[in-house]
């Protein structure tokens, strides 16, 4: 036992703080903090790399107890959680940025690259030969090099990818990004030059923490979140605020209105009365949020994605049921969800008005309903001017084509989030968007 300590203090160290992080970002998630498959499973599959690392950094010391055929058994295993951890790595910066390979053809290009190298690193784990070194024996051999080769090629589709989609993103992704990309290359760098140093178990340590305390700190996260709601309550008071005082401009004309009515009454021109009292109650429903929902900032952003259509000469088709149940659900996700899709409707209208030479009046459908079922419907109908499709995604039309696609990538991540379903249709010049949410029950 203490020749094993004495092998792998550092690999034990790691071990320990690994097993802290995660009993922090356990304890400090509740049941609204999203987990990403990947961050977790770098965080497992970080554990075991370095458990094997102890092993491996024992067993090539030991070669009176532990055999040839053993070590190459040890090292192989350890060789291919290195290479798990690497692939989890790039996975989960484009998991974040939600870019995950979505096509069946690139599915199948990465599976065969990943099954390649693995089967690389097992036909060659035979050549695998250990060397006595000055303070500590170390493997070397083929097996070796393909790891180091999968490195430099991990890191350039990092940086090839990141460099696109990161220097958009927020500030803790943007440090996620940087720190691990600086951690796997020093450390690469010491461990290929001094091969000694065994600083693999540093290597997936920093990896890990610097995943787990930028991107996918629970703290982090819950923070956001709160922003985002205070952000959004606020937006929605702004707009309370912003419709009293037109209101209260209005109260203040009143009288002057009701001066000249009475006017008009002693004159007995009752069609001029009529005509101001039409303008009177046309200023009062223009000032005044509709009700649609009960739910106050999903009313907001109905309201207020109503004013803006109409600056586009886009009407908007409400078919809602007011007293449908939102509050099983985040309001910073029905934003999210909803917001985009009538975003998008609205601005593939007003290019299909563009395309036919006019401005017209043209309307977006959007029905929000329960059904019998206890799902939630939420269907936006709009005409269109023409859709591509590249890669099993819609080509967008806006100015940044980099971020073509985020939004209903993100609604369908949403969607999955609490067990519904997204779905699209184009019928006879119509494109239909539709959610369908399972009801929160009580």
Same mark, same amino acid.
């Given at each position: ?14 071990? %320990?703080?690994?097993?802290? &992080? ?5 304890? !400090? ?21 370095? &458990? $094997? ?19 190459? &058994? ?10 798990? =951890?690497?692939?989890?790595?790039? $996975? ?34 035979? @050549? ?13 051999? /083929?097996? %070796? ?31 996620? $990004? ?35 305390? +930028? ?28 419709? =009293? ?36 109650? #046309? @200023? ?13 900032? %999903?009313? /907001? ?38 917001? +985009? ?15 036919? !030479? ?11 309903? =329960? ?7 939420? #269907?936006?109908?709009?005409? $269109? ?44 010049? %119509? ?12």
């Amino acid at each position: 036992m203490l020749q094993f300590l004495s092998y792998s203090r550092m690999q034990i160290g790691c071990l %320990v703080f690994l097993m802290y &992080v995660g009993f922090l970002l356990i304890r !400090g998630k509740d049941g609204d903090t999203e987990s990403n498959i990947f961050a977790d499973l770098l965080l497992i599959f970080g554990g075991i790399c370095v &458990v $094997f690392d102890a092993i491996t950094a024992w067993s090539v010391n030991s070669p009176d107890v532990v055999p040839m055929k053993a070590n190459i &058994v040890l090292h192989g295993i350890f060789y291919i959680l290195l290479e798990t =951890e690497l692939w989890l790595m790039y $996975f989960y910066f484009r998991s974040i940025a939600n870019r995950l390979p979505d096509t069946r053809w690139q599915k199948i290009f990465f599976a065969v690259l990943i099954a390649l190298i693995y089967a690389l690193t097992i036909v060659y784990m035979p @050549e695998l030969r250990i060397v006595k070194g000055k303070m500590t024996n170390y493997s070397y051999g /083929a097996p %070796v090099f393909i790891v180091f080769s999968l490195v430099p090629l991990s890191l350039f589709l990092v940086l090839v990818f990141g460099r696109k989609y990161f220097m958009r993103s927020d500030p803790m992704k943007k440090l996620a $990004f940087k720190s691990s990309f600086v951690a796997v290359s020093i450390f690469t760098v010491i461990q290929l030059f001094f091969p000694e140093s065994l600083v693999s178990s540093l290597n997936v340590t920093l990896l890990v923490l610097s995943v787990s305390l +930028n991107s996918e700190n629970p703290l982090f996260l819950k923070l956001d979140r709160l922003t985002r709601k205070y952000e959004l309550e606020k937006n929605y008071y702004d707009r309370l605020d912003e419709i =009293e005082q037109r209101q209260s401009i209005i109260r203040h004309d009143e009288k002057h209105y009701l001066a000249a009515i009475a006017g008009l009454c002693a004159e007995g021109k009752t069609e001029d009365i009529e005509k101001l009292l039409n303008v009177m109650n #046309i @200023e009062l429903q223009k000032n005044t949020p509709k009700k649609y929902v009960r739910n106050r900032i %999903v009313n /907001a952003l109905l309201n207020e994605k109503e004013a803006l259509a109409k600056k586009d000469f886009v009407n908007i088709d409400f078919q809602i049921e007011p007293e449908v149940e939102l509050e099983g659900f985040e309001e910073i996700d029905l934003i999210a969800m909803f917001g +985009n899709l009538i975003d998008n409707a609205v601005r593939a209208e007003r290019e299909w008005q563009e395309s036919i !030479g006019r401005k017209c009046d043209s309307v977006v459908g959007i029905k929000l309903f =329960e059904t019998d079922g206890n799902f939630i419907m939420f #269907i936006v109908e709009n005409h $269109f001017r023409n859709i591509e499709t590249k890669n099993g995604r819609m080509v967008t039309t806006k100015d940044q084509p980099g971020q073509h696609g985020i939004g209903l990538f993100n609604v369908r991540l949403l969607c999955e989030k609490y067990g519904g379903v997204y779905d699209m249709e184009i019928d006879d010049g %119509v494109f239909t968007t539709s959610i369908c949410l399972p009801k929160k029950r009580r």
